[in-house]
């Protein structure tokens, strides 16, 4: 299971946000990517939202069998 997986949005904000960083950024799933799937219209979600959703499939697919 990830670290960040018992993390909500808000949460996850907070921790990745950086001193000089309005926004922030999770190291896994960078703005690059999401900005991506909202322009592909893959995602309604907003960023940290996505995060959170990532972080969730990422531990499904990776998950021990």
Known sequence: MNVDSNLNPT???EKYKGPNDTWGAHPKFPRRDWRHEVAEESTQLG??????SQIAQWDDENEPD
Do not use: P
């Open 47 to 52: 960023y940290w939202e996505w995060v959170e």
């Open 11 to 13: 949460q996850l904000a």
